[in-house]
């Protein structure tokens, strides 16, 4: 079955540093590929999408890429602020969208 | 403004006390979603329906039940709850398609706290 493996936290950053959080995949067929945040005591949200392999989502400063030869979509963005510190789960949504598979989540610390 | 609600939003109950959450959306989505979130495993689903009267399983489906008569409202039942099913529940909702759902984010409630003594 469909699986996502996501890398482990907590991730402690200072502020403006480079934030990589790995996510590889598993998949059947042709899914679509999501990244949420959520913040302290609050539902997800989307923060990117890809849909297709080599797609690039982005959002707020954050970027993914949908890497079907290495079953990635890294998520990465150049300078973090505090206002990113919260958890992230990378999910795939399986053909058809009928189910999704989320990752364990990665909560990230960003110190001022 | 569009959103998913959930209620309540906190619940102590006690072994074998059957329980409804209900979630409601205001998006119009025909495909709504239960999931529970616990430490170091994320979410799993636990079921989900692509429209009125259509519902399956997810991946953790087993004590639970869910039931779909109108397109916005998607109750979860816990018709005998146990402790191990003491967990942070979310209710989330997208659209779907002719063509399925797959590219559609979904919008999540701002879940359901429930604790089974």
């Known amino acids: 079955g469909n699986s996502v493996t996501q890398m482990e936290g907590p991730v402690t950053l200072s502020e403006e540093a480079f934030l990589t959080i790995n996510c590889t995949y598993t998949?059947?067929?042709?899914?679509?590929l999501f990244w949420y945040v959520q913040y302290p005591g609050e539902g997800l949200q989307l923060l990117l999408k890809?849909?297709?392999?080599?797609d690039k989502g982005s959002n707020k400063g954050f970027e993914a890429t949908y890497r079907k030869e290495t079953t990635s979509f890294h998520l990465e963005k150049g300078s973090v602020q505090v206002s990113d510190s919260a958890v992230y789960f990378c999910?795939?949504?399986?053909?058809?969208?009928?189910?999704?598979?989320f990752g364990a989540g990665t909560r990230l610390f960003v110190k001022a | 403004e569009a959103q998913v609600t959930q209620n309540p939003r906190y619940l102590i109950t006690v072994t074998g006390k059957k329980l409804t959450v209900t979630c409601s959306q205001n998006?119009?989505?025909?495909?709504m979603s239960w999931y529970r979130q616990d430490p170091g495993l994320g979410l799993r689903q636990i079921y989900y329906?692509?429209?009125?009267?259509v519902t399956d399983k997810g991946d953790v489906p087993e004590g639970y039940k869910v039931s779909r008569k109108e397109k916005r409202n998607f109750p979860l039942i816990l018709e005998s709850p146990s402790p191990n099913q003491t967990s942070l529940y979310f209710c989330?909702?997208?659209?779907w398609g002719t063509g399925g759902g797959s590219y559609n984010e979904q919008f999540f409630g701002p879940g359901t706290r429930l604790t089974v003594l």
């Open positions: 998006m119009n989505h025909e495909y």
């Open positions: 998949a059947t067929g042709y899914p679509s």
């Open positions: 329906s692509m429209n009125v009267e």
């Open positions: 999910a795939l949504r399986g053909t058809g969208g009928f189910k999704t598979i």
């Open positions: 989330a909702s997208s659209l």
């Open positions: 890809a849909t297709k392999a080599d």
